[in-house]
Nanobody
Framework: VQLQAFGGGLVQAGGSLRLACTAS????????MGWYRQAPGKQRELVAT???????NYADSVKGRFTISRDNANNTVYLQMNSLKPEDTAVYYC????????????????WGQGTQVTVSS
C-alpha cells in the first residue's frame, strides 16, 4: 500500500488543520488506517486510528479535539485537528495496517512520507 499525506502547515495555537492521506488501493482492504506523529527527540506515537468496521481510537491527548474519518470511495483518510496546541507540533504520518490471516498473525505496517504540523504559541 502506498500512502501520500497532505495538509500540514503552520498554524497558531487554537487554530485548525485537516490532514488527508490517500492510499493506492482500497482502504477497506486494510484492517485499520491511522495517523501517528513524531516530535523532535521523541518516539513516534499513535494519534488516531479507524478500523475497517469504522471503530475509532484516539490518544488521550487529542480526544475531543481531533477527529479521524474516511472517504471509502476515494481511498482517503482524514484527520481534522481543532484547538491545536504547541505540543501538537510534530511530523504526522499516515499508516495502513494489514494483518495476514496466518498463525501467528503477521502485521504489515505501511507508512506515508509524513507531513509537518507546526503550532505556534
Amino acid at each position: 500500500v502506498q500512502l501520500q499525506a497532505f495538509g500540514g502547515g503552520l498554524v497558531q495555537a487554537g487554530g485548525s488543520l485537516r490532514l488527508a492521506c490517500t492510499a493506492s488501493e482500497n482502504i477497506l482492504s486494510t484492517n485499520a488506517m491511522g495517523w501517528y506523529r513524531q516530535a523532535p527527540g521523541k518516539q513516534r506515537e499513535l494519534v488516531a486510528t479507524i478500523s475497517r468496521g469504522g471503530n475509532t481510537n484516539y490518544a488521550d491527548s487529542v480526544k475531543g479535539r481531533f477527529t479521524i474519518s474516511r472517504d471509502n470511495a476515494n481511498n482517503t483518510v482524514y484527520l481534522q485537528m481543532n484547538s491545536l496546541k504547541p505540543e501538537d507540533t510534530a511530523v504526522y504520518y499516515c499508516n495502513a495496517r494489514k494483518v495476514d490471516a496466518t498463525w501467528p498473525p503477521k502485521v504489515n505496517d505501511y507508512w506515508g512520507q509524513g507531513t509537518q504540523v507546526t503550532v505556534s504559541s
